[in-house]
């Protein structure tokens, strides 16, 4: 007799499917096809995504601009009143925003109430548009002559944002590209997309008029429509260096502008003379937070060779004091967003211990406090790691933290100048001359001094340097206005100035 009861269950038909956000609500679209969405902590599918076709993403694409010819218009105080509504909204149901992270990425709640703050940060900075997009003015350049600059929105812009903050990267983009006067497409990760959907729609409460910010979701067939669409005046990326040089390429030879942060080895070079007990918090907080799929994670302790020892066990003393399991029940530490992005990390451990590394904590196979089907790998710690290894060289993005011995500052400088990322690093010192020596000689673009993941606040810029960020501006900050809008100089000359009439109330918005 056929158990009917597991067919429903497992087939797409009895599995909830989420739909675009399109025009100020859910959107079906043409595409037939969808994407499984995971809770990694039980292993199991919990919902279907749509994947949009070429034709879908035309479609939306019509309706951002079409919005957007209205949108530009809008005051600034009337964009103003939009972001701080929204800013309020999620703030109010931060709670059920959190519950969405975890339970789609994974990461643990206090973790997932980080990225929303972040993000709200940078929609806080993005209030400030008034200030943010004014020009400049200079008078009597020549006689009777003035110029001044305005600067004002693309049109439509797309966002593709990746799965690791699925809150606080769109959040990085479109806050700013909205109170700028855009229209938006947003793509975000098929893998944890739900996040998307729910700040259009608290978006759209706030006051945003339908078609300004639009959702798509989909993989590769949608994001190709949005670096070729001729309608789409800009991308924002955030992901893996390989793919954020295509989106870069592609949408460049499109003629788009193009912002693509990539990915990163961020290497923490610890020197004798540092507090080694924060050297090893830090090493331990920034190695395995949201199981290392972050872009900031410090994957690699440069460890001078008079405190390498001492050093590393302090950090594996730590992680015996981590509890690794379902992001629900207070633990540290939560799963890998996919079973097969867990193998993949997992397999490095092996690479390490195959070019003669020291395997000094394994976290596969450990214990956890959740479904043992989940996607676990636990936090691992690999010593002495040759430079010439895989496990080395590559992106692992998971809890993988690797010790490599150097004689001295000199040898750590010269192994992070010598990579291809150049995103984040950290030194951690109590001598401010070597501390001031490296932020002046080191090659990347985002530093820290005893600060172990060196994410610059809202109103600086956050980006890298080499194959960590392909194109001229970064993300948020000043770059994030600058790149969400145009210039224009006007040169002007009036020989009888007008006068208005009298009107002794407050001027109307619109």
């Known amino acids: 007799m056929t158990d009917t009861t597991t067919l429903e269950q497992t087939t797409p038909s009895a599995t909830a499917i989420l739909d675009h956000w399109v025009g100020g609500a859910p959107w079906a679209g043409a595409g037939d096809r969808t994407g499984p969405v995971y809770n990694p902590a039980l292993g199991t599918v919990q919902k279907e995504v749509r994947f949009a076709t070429t034709d879908d993403v035309d479609h939306v694409v019509g309706v951002a601009s079409a919005a957007a010819a209205e949108w530009k218009n809008a005051s600034i105080a009337k964009r103003q009143q939009v972001m701080f509504a929204f800013r309020e909204l999620v703030n109010q149901r931060k709670d059920e925003l959190a519950a969405i992270l975890t339970s789609e990425h994974g990461k643990v709640i206090s973790d997932a109430h980080g990225e929303i703050a972040r993000g709200l940060e940078v929609v806080e900075f993005a209030c400030g548009l008034g200030h943010l997009t004014k020009g400049a003015y200079s008078e009597n350049v020549s006689t009777g002559i003035d110029v001044y600059t305005l600067r004002q929105p693309l049109g439509v812009v797309g966002i593709i944002s990746p799965f690791n903050f699925p809150a606080m990267v769109p959040m990085w983009f479109f806050a700013i590209a909205l109170a700028a006067g855009n229209a938006v497409v947003l793509k975000p990760s098929e893998k944890d997309p739900t996040a998307a959907n729910w700040m259009a729609e608290r978006l759209t409460e706030a006051g945003l008029p339908d078609g300004v910010l639009n959702v798509v979701h989909g993989d590769k067939v949608a994001v190709d429509a949005l670096l070729e669409h001729p309608e789409v005046r800009a991308i924002s990326f955030v992901g893996s260096t390989p793919i954020a040089r295509y989106v870069y390429e592609t949408g460049t030879r499109h003629g788009k502008r ?49 405190v390498a020892d001492a050093l590393v066990e302090k950090i594996s003393a730590r992680m015996a004091t981590l509890r690794t399991g379902d992001g629900t029940r207070g633990c540290d530490m939560g799963p890998v967003i996919t079973a097969a992005h867990r193998d993949k990390v997992s397999s490095y451990v092996d690479v390490a211990a195959g070019d003669g590394a020291d395997v000094v904590v394994d976290g596969r196979g450990i214990e956890v406090d959740g479904d043992p089907n989940g996607f676990w790998v ?3 710690l690999i010593d002495r790691v040759p430079t010439t290894s895989a496990a080395y060289r590559d992106e692992i993005f998971g809890p993988v933290l690797s010790v490599v011995r150097v004689d001295g500052y000199e040898e750590g400088l010269e192994l992070i100048n010598s990579g291809a990322f150049g995103n984040g690093t950290a030194i951690f010192t109590n001598d401010g001359g070597a501390a001031r020596r490296f932020q002046h000689e080191v090659q990347v673009g985002m530093i820290g001094v005893n600060v172990p993941i060196p994410v610059p606040v809202a109103y ?9 960020l392909f194109g001229d501006a970064k ?33 109307q918005h619109s």
């Open 258 to 306: 193009v912002q693509a942060l990539g990915g990163a080895k961020n290497h923490m070079l610890v020197l004798p003379d540092a507090d080694l007990d924060l050297a090893a918090d830090a090493a331990v907080n920034a190695g395995f937070g949201s199981a290392g799929e972050r872009c900031m994670a410090i994957s690699v302790v440069l460890a001078v060779d008079a």
């Open 378 to 380: 636990g936090p691992t």
């Open 460 to 468: 600086h810029s956050f980006g890298g340097w080499k194959a960590s």
């Open 475 to 507: 993300a948020y900050g000043p770059h994030g206005f600058d790149f969400f809008t145009q210039e224009k100089a006007v040169t002007s000359r009036w020989l009888d100035p007008s006068h208005g009439g009298i009107n002794l109330g407050f001027p």
